[in-house]
């Protein structure tokens, strides 16, 4: 299968055993709609994946970068323990605001900040004295070394950062290719590359949202 169709089939296919009908993040995904925000949160199967990366870790503090309208932030919080927090960053407030409501109607809003403004600023105003266990990287491209250093700081030892829309369709890995969003995948990865403080991989995937990948990077 080499289509978007056959892609969405067969992610499809492996939800409808794997993942229940979720009527709270179906309507998260109609209020961005209606809201007029683009189709670019997570797709379901990476949503839950996010999730059970922070079971699996145990998370009981995660820091999202990108919340658009909180699909992710929904999937990251519902892996948390009562006591535990996810920090969300997003630029437009408008924006936030649909995530806020979604956050609400889902009954997380004890355990969730949306925090608006240019994430480098955000972060770089948050103190690392409690670390985070992951970290989802999800916003723009331009500034992504600059979170991935942020997220660094910010992390526990062994904890995960997960960069998200690495692969592009390849066109990380095209020389030819040069719009806005590769130079900061190639300066990410030439960062990571002599990092003695990290380890990381590419994992690709294809899905509903095409052919992309995510990085996956430990702190060492
Ligand atoms: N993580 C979300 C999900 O899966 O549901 C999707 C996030 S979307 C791909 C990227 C978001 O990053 C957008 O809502 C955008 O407004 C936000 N963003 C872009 N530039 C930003 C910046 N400089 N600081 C904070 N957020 C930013």
Redesign the pocket.
């Given at each position: 299968p080499t289509t978007l169709d056959d892609w969405t089939r067969s992610d499809a296919y492996h939800n409808s055993f794997l993942i229940p009908k979720d009527p709270v993040l179906e309507h998260t995904r109609e209020r961005a709609e209606a809201a007029g925000l683009p189709p670019?949160?997570?797709t379901p199967a990476v949503g839950k994946f996010l999730q059970l990366l922070a079971f699996s870790l145990n998370a009981k503090r995660v820091l999202?970068?990108?919340?658009?309208?909180?699909?992710?932030?929904i999937c990251l919080a519902r892996a948390l323990p009562d006591d535990g927090r996810l920090i969300t960053?997003?630029?437009?407030k408008e924006?936030a605001e649909v995530a806020r409501q979604n956050i609400e109607e889902a009954g997380l809003a004890s355990k969730v900040e949306v925090i608006i403004g240019?994430?480098?600023e955000t972060l770089a105003s948050m103190s690392a004295t409690e670390p985070f266990d992951l970290v989802?990287l999800?916003?723009?491209k331009e500034?992504l070394p600059i979170y991935f250093a942020e997220a660094k700081r910010l992390v526990r030892k062994r904890g995960v950062i997960v960069v998200d829309n690495m692969v592009r369709n390849g066109r990380t890995a095209d020389p030819s290719y040069t719009d806005e969003h590769v130079p900061g995948l190639r300066r990410l990865l030439e960062s990571v590359k002599d990092d003695p403080e990290v380890n990381a991989t590419t994992v690709s995937t294809v899905g509903e949202k095409g052919y992309d990948g995510f990085m996956y990077a430990i702190r060492l």
């Open positions: 670019i949160a997570v999202e970068v990108g919340t658009l309208a909180g699909y992710s932030a960053l997003e630029l437009v924006t240019p994430a480098a989802f999800d916003a723009d500034n």
